[in-house]
């Protein structure tokens, strides 16, 4: 069958486990650093020529695009997990019409979030009590980035396609093409073009059309098996829920995850622009940092689901615990990383003149690297019991991390201000790595009996 001679596709149902999420891990690692740099690189470039009332007033607007770029990531990820699944049950059909649904479905998504994005986010500025200094600021960059966040999807949902065919390198290639047209625009509407701010923003968001652009070509020219006819076009009611039940649930946790956020930026706001500026400086780096522990996550995600697809649960347990072994190595590599160099990566975004942010940043750096290995462990369960198609569960856990971010902001960062902060994040993953774990135990064993079932 054509289907067959996709170049991008990955049976990862065959093969050695360990070095199957290995190898598939590094190009996702590289991808979501990635990916993680387009805010790093509007964090660095505003910071360093625009001043750091200008990076408070970008940095604060982090929760803000956590919340709704967060609920797009995990979106699409689950509308793709079905996409996995079918690849591995080899049923070609099902994948084309998964697609077909993926594409509909994020395109709807995309211009329903616009609309509530850029009518209420000044609202929800004023909500988290930004200060006057910087609002008109962080109006100015959150605006356009909701406006432009169709751009966001559609590059999310085709690099989630492809992987779920297995394919982890080329979606990696075409966020690197995206990021470097993206720093080739920032300094050019910056500084030549004079555009502030919104300058920023906007460089972001015409990068993101171009990256969307090149995903389609490939797809177009190299990936037929994702190619839907006329035929497709139908309504198929149970494969549509079978989208939605997976991915709005996982949309809505990220959601869940980045209201607590919103309601931490609050309490952070309180504490003046060095605060706001040290937090959202380290934020970046922290945000990098756990990117290989989110990379075997996501890797063992496609893995489970293609796994599961196939039926053959054995391999998915044996594939969970060699990730496990695999993340929590690169969590404590991180971890000493960011202790012993946090000084230097904060003066990178403000300079080594301001001794106070660089300070406040490697407190953040420290107590988060303390708990690197917590949220390794989170990323793993969640992400497999995802690639299960599970979401109930999952979603809970967002939750977790919902409520023990509000405690630290009601409780902490009034008590012992910005250190009170910087312990949101550790005490939200041990909260929501709670209940995952007690799933994945009880998920673990109905796997290992419909293994022996199957012998």
Known sequence: MD??????????????PAKLIFYFTLPLLAGNVFQQLFGFVDTLIVGRFLGVEALAAVGCTGPMMFLMLGFVMGMTSGFSIYTGQRFGAKDFAGIRYSSLCCISLSIIASILLALIGVTFCRELLELMQTPPEIIDGAYSFIVI?????????????????LRALGDSKMPTVFQATTLTINIALEPVAIILLDLGIPGAAGATIVSLIIGNIIHFWYIKNKVPLLHFHHDDFKIDKHVIWEHLRIGIPMGFQSSIIAIGAVVLQMALNTLGSIAVASFAAAHRVDGIAVMPM?????????????????????RINEGVKKCIWMSCSFSLAVAAFNVFFGDDLIAIFV???Q???????????????????VISLLFIFRFTLQGLGESIIPTIAGAMELIMRILAAIFLVDYWGYFGACLASPLAWIGACIPLTIAFMIVRRRLLKLSTDDD
């Open 355 to 373: 001794t106070q942010v660089i300070d406040y940043g490697r407190l953040f750096l420290i107590i988060n690297g303390g708990f690197y290995w």
């Open 3 to 16: 289907e067959k001679k996709n170049s991008a596709v990955k049976d990862l149902t065959e093969g050695s």
């Open 351 to 353: 300079g080594p003149e």
């Open 294 to 314: 989110m990379s075997f996550g996501v890797a063992i995600s496609a893995y489970t689901a293609q796994n599961f697809g196939a039926k053959k649960f054995a």
């Open 145 to 161: 980035i909701y406006g432009g966040v169709f751009g966001f999807i559609m590059l999310q949902m085709q690099s989630n396609l």
